[in-house]
């Protein structure tokens, strides 16, 4: 559990003195001959309770039965201040309780201090963005292909359709944030576009109305009037906004692997320009660009949470992270002190 540099020393007096006066060497047999443990875990549960045994000398604390939940605490948070990671803390507090509990079995405690002791939070990773060249780099490269492949004579017209299809969806899945099955699921009766807005159907079945933005609105009228007809099959395209080239509803492979093809194309010329772009780029990726920017330029966090449809503000706050990211680095890049 102790951070590299904070770890007790081994093998010296004053080691074997910090074993018997904390019982280490019992529960070590312990651990070994009754829990059966094996010897990487061992080892790790002996680690731990050795930096505890350490701190709590270093406190004026000279027995495990001296040991509190405030001394615990005190510990906790000074491994935090070096860097501990929360699956770490996680494994130490299993490896305290387990202790502590030994030594109550034992009778050499009345009381177990780690009783009150919470598990700690495992931190949500955050979510990869794109900065705002990265997307844009994507979507103007995106559109230049469909522009190209309308162009070619000799080109299918439903791999042109195929081809502003995908520039609609991308601009889309950017201007409004949507997760990937809200994309796929969306029915032309949800566009409202005169307003700049459409209806989606999130988790739960739950409905919202979410903007749609200039130009996505724009990307969607050109496709919906010149080349969604191409692609349209009757029976099977029920209205469905975004359409395979057999006229059914894309799929969410589909969806992603459109996702992979643009990025693919955009990476070569953005890398040169010295912006290169996530390969692990998802459709969620945009969904996260979306709420990041938004955030970012000013946005109020309530309006970010009711436009991606989080029924939970905590799920939104996440984004405030990233952004906070963000702005470190921009201070680590360019203040003189950083």
Not at 167 to 179: D, Q
Not at 181 to 190: A, F, N, Q, Y
Request: proline share 5%.
């Amino acid at each position: 559990m102790s951070p590299r540099g904070v770890g007790p020393k081994v093998h010296t007096p004053e080691d074997v003195a910090r074993d018997d006066a904390f019982l280490l060497g019992p529960f070590e047999e312990f651990l070994c001959f009754e829990r059966t443990l094996s010897g990487r875990t061992v080892s790790s549960y002996l680690h731990d309770c050795r930096g505890l045994a350490d701190f709590a000398l270093s406190r004026g604390v000279s027995r495990p039965d001296m040991v509190d939940y405030t001394l615990l605490q005190e510990w906790m948070s000074e491994l935090a201040s070096h860097g501990l990671t929360a699956a770490s803390a996680a494994r130490g507090r299993s490896a305290l309780r387990t202790y502590f509990a030994f030594l109550l079995q034992e009778a050499h405690i009345t009381q177990d201090p780690t009783e009150q002791l919470e598990a700690p939070r495992r931190g949500r990773p955050l979510p990869a963005v794109l900065n705002v060249e990265q997307v844009s780099r994507i979507l103007v490269r995106c559109e230049a292909r469909a522009r190209c492949l309308e162009r070619n004579s000799e080109c299918h017209a439903r791999q042109k359709a195929a081809a502003w299809r995908d520039a609609a969806m991308l601009e889309v899945l950017y201007g409004s944030g949507l997760r990937i099955s809200e994309l796929t699921g969306l029915r032309i009766r949800d566009l409202h576009l005169d307003d700049g807005l459409a209806q989606v159907r999130g988790k739960g079945g739950r409905a919202r109305i979410v903007p749609v933005g200039g130009r996505a609105t724009r990307m969607l009228l050109r496709y919906l009037g010149d080349w969604r007809p191409s692609l349209e099959r009757p029976r099977v395209s029920k209205g469905v906004v975004f359409l395979n080239q057999r006229g059914g509803e894309l799929s969410r492979t589909g969806a992603w692997n459109v996702v992979k093809s643009a990025v693919r194309l955009a990476e070569p010329k953005a890398a040169k320009l010295g912006i290169p772009i996530l390969t692990e780029t998802t459709p969620h990726t945009f969904r996260h660009s979306f709420a990041t920017h938004l955030l970012k330029g000013g946005a109020d966090l309530v309006a970010v949470q009711e436009m991606l449809g989080h029924a939970d503000i905590g799920t939104t706050q996440i984004y405030t992270h990233v952004d906070r990211t963000y702005l470190q680095e921009e201070h680590r890049r360019y203040h003189p002190r950083a």
